[in-house]
């Protein structure tokens, strides 16, 4: 028997009431203890994206929320910066491409941040530019980027949004929305929401509304004026996911036990406490910028394959991890730690690396790693 353990950025651990609460009947969307339900979760949404703007819920995985984020704001032959670190930041060019909107790349070499003086230069020079598409946490490649220091830089421009991807970050680490002036902040249910894939959250201000008036582009299903115009009357314009939605109520009720500090705290000592134990083991961190708590990402040691450590995981300790995407495959390998993951998803996660590697032949001394990861998780006498 294989015992089987789910660390990969994506999809994440779903606890346990949750999928209880999902198990319960469905209830129709147009009976009246739907609109509860649906008015309880969107009020709860607001209090997790720290905003009193629209959160809009789409039965989509992330990306569908990001299509949107481009459809609904910009007309064929605007301008959109794209900050385009790792995979994901390739996908706001490519989606831009799919709308007519002509994407201005801002290449950033991947495991770094993007530096935000290269985003105030570009407005600077091109201020018809209408929307700036980031990544809050890159995921393929473990970095994150500094979004505040980004919206300080859009907000002065009356006619450009900030559209955020945060969908390894929300629920991670501090992303305040309206504190910060996010216009689009992008989330979504497998990642920090421990749920199924299936759901997408997206909120979207009032400068962002603003630009929606005059989009030309058409969506028909992620229309989100449509959306918006419905989910304030706690419906949904077409059919939703309602069991992800009831186990949704149950996610927010385990966060709003936890609390927004609380829930930061945790990711933040479990990430550091990996990247430490990681470390002490002699191997290196693959982010060369600021490293996201959502995830860590360990460069393969040389002459390593990093896609043979990702598949000696799941084969040899039942443990699904990440390789590296497009030229980081076999270079590095990923582990999650977001959302419904404590002080031994972590510790198993070191001690699996070590056993893989030692198994593959790098000479690695077992128990470094997880000893420091203890040492950092003991709880204070
Ligand atoms: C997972 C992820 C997405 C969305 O991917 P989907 O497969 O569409 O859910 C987008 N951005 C980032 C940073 C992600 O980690």
């Known amino acids: 028997m294989l015992k089987r353990y789910l660390l990969a950025p994506g999809p994440t651990q779903v606890p346990p009431e949750v999928l209880l609460a999902m198990a319960t009947p469905i209830i129709h969307h147009r009976a009246p203890e739907f609109a509860e339900l649906f008015g309880e ?49 390739e996908r706001w060019g490519k989606i831009c491409q799919a709308f007519g909107v002509q994407p201005i790349e801002i290449p ?18 091109d201020p018809s530019i209408k929307a700036v598409y980031v ?17 300080d830089i859009v907000k002065p421009y009356e006619g450009t949004i900030l559209v955020v991807d945060a969908i390894t970050a929300l629920g991670v680490f501090d ?41 030309k ?16 009357k706690n419906q949904t314009a077409y059919t939703p996911a309602v069991s992800m939605i009831l186990g949704l109520k149950e996610v927010l009720r385990l966060m709003k ?35 996201s708590d959502a995830l860590t990402v360990i460069a393969a040691p040389d002459g390593i394959d990093g896609q043979a450590v990702y598949k000696n995981l799941r084969v040899q300790y039942g443990i699904t991890a990440a390789g590296g995407q497009d030229h980081l495959k076999g270079k590095i390998f990923r582990l999650s730690h977001m959302g419904y993951v404590d002080t031994f998803d972590v510790i198993t996660a070191m001690a699996a690396v070590e056993m893989v590697l030692k198994g593959l ?8 790693g997880v000893a420091k990861a203890q040492a950092l998780l003991m709880t204070p006498q």
């Open 41 to 89: 979760v969107r009020k709860d949404l607001q209090w997790v994206f720290q905003t009193n703007n629209d959160v809009l819920m789409l039965a989509s995985s992330g990306t569908g929320a990001m299509e949107g984020s481009v459809a609904n704001f910009l007309s064929p032959g605007d301008k959109a910066l794209c900050v385009n670190g790792g995979k994901f930041g």
């Open 108 to 125: 950033v070499e991947w495991g770094h941040s993007v530096d935000p003086q290269q985003v105030a230069d570009a407005l600077k020079k």
């Open 135 to 151: 990544q809050a946490s890159e995921t393929s490649t473990g970095a994150a980027h500094d979004i505040k220091a980004l919206a």
């Open 175 to 215: 992303i305040p929305t309206d504190a910060w002036g996010l216009d689009i902040v992008v989330a979504g249910s497998q990642k920090a929401f421990m749920l199924p894939p299936g759901l997408a959250f997206v909120s979207v201000s009032q400068k962002a509304w603003g630009l929606a008036e005059k989009s």
């Open 217 to 232: 582009n058409g969506a028909f299903y992620f229309n989100f004026k449509k959306e918006r115009d419905s989910q304030r």
């Open 257 to 291: 036990t936890e609390g927004l500090p609380g829930m930061f705290a945790r990711q933040g000592q479990l990430a550091h406490a990996l990247r430490s134990a990681v470390e002490a083991a002699g191997l290196s961190l693959f982010p060369k910028g600021k490293a």
């Open 361 to 368: 032949g790098h000479p690695i001394q077992l128990g470094s």
